[in-house]
């Protein structure tokens, strides 16, 4: 499996030794960071991505695990089928716990027009897919498009993803500035919902391989009466099927919106190790 994203590694990489202040910085894209009182030895892309791979030799991992001070090592979240998975189960150092996570997506192969859509979720939710567009129609014109995204949009949607999520990583500067970075670097389409020419909805897609990938969302809480968002991801994902794309990814997680349109997913793992050196388990606890 290809690593997902790779070309962004390294400035996930630089936020990390920037932001996460690691106790030694390993390579590989590899850090030591101090979580509350201890220690952990982690990939720096795993805390800001969803779901990713690493080319990394199970001899190195397998080294970083035997030689480094560190109390825990935490690697989430990697895919089934991936070469992380495989270099993990290659370890004889074995986990102290494995759970794992859902990345669900829509098989635009199979699904690949709006009736297949349509009749592929429950009769109660496309009545309220109906309901939604009715409310919308009623109120005055309104339009989903791709758009050039400028610092305007990008404040705009900072400014409702901050209001729900107060405590959010995208009320930190540095963070932001990271990810702003990241888009420059990818293949995005922007998205816009807009209600009497008021913008209500945002929406960041990542394009790779003819699969596309839902990152990120904002809309304006003055308007969920017409759940912006959810019709503007009605919208993305009869455009990609139209476009020929075989795949509509919802990125990690199981929330409640995302069963509305997907059946299909993957599994993602997340490995923690105790250091299997207990004098150098106890001398993490000491370091800073």
Not at 230 to 255: A, D, P, T, W
Not at 259 to 265: I, P, S
């Given at each position: 499996m290809r690593p997902v994203f790779e070309n962004v590694y390294d400035i996930f990489y630089d936020y990390a030794r920037r932001r996460l202040k690691p106790i030694k910085d390993l390579g590989k894209g590899f850090v030591l960071r101090k979580v509350g009182r201890k220690i952990r030895l982690h990939f720096a892309i795993d805390d800001f991505i969803d779901w990713w791979d690493s080319d990394i030799s199970s001899k190195t991992l397998e080294s970083m695990l035997r030689e480094e001070t560190y109390t825990e090592a935490v690697f989430k979240w990697f895919p089934e089928n991936s070469n992380m998975m495989g270099v993990v189960k290659d370890l004889t150092v074995k986990p102290s716990r494995v759970l794992h996570s859902k990345v669900f997506y829509i098989d635009l192969s199979v699904i690949n027009d709006e009736d297949k859509l349509l009749k592929s979720i429950s009769k109660r939710r496309r009545r309220d897919l109906k309901n939604m567009l009715n409310r919308l129609d009623k109120a005055g014109e309104w339009y989903a498009k791709i758009e050039a995204l400028n610092d305007e949009h990008w404040k705009l949607m900072l400014s409702w993803i901050v209001k729900r999520f107060p405590t959010g990583p995208f009320s930190e500067d540095d963070y932001v500035s990271t990810i702003r970075r990241v888009i420059s670097e990818l293949d995005t389409d922007f998205w816009s919902l807009t209600l009497n020419d008021r913008p209500i909805a945002y929406s960041l897609v990542i394009k790779d391989e003819n699969v596309a990938y839902w990152y990120l969302e904002?809309?304006?809480?003055?308007?969920?009466?017409?759940?912006?968002?959810?019709?503007?991801?009605?919208?993305?994902?009869?455009?990609?099927?139209?476009?020929?794309?075989?795949?509509?990814?919802?990125?990690?997680?199981?929330?409640?919106?995302?069963?509305?349109?997907?059946?299909?997913?993957?599994?993602?793992?997340?490995?923690?190790?105790?250091?299997?050196?207990?004098f150098k388990r106890f001398a993490s606890f000491l370091i800073g």
């Open positions: 904002g809309f304006d809480e003055d308007f969920k009466y017409y759940s912006p968002a959810k019709v503007l991801l009605y919208r993305m994902i009869i455009h990609y099927q139209s476009r020929g794309f075989k795949e509509f990814n919802f990125m990690k997680g199981e929330s409640s919106y995302k069963l509305w349109w997907a059946k299909d997913y993957r599994k993602i793992y997340r490995y923690e190790f105790l250091n299997p050196n207990i």
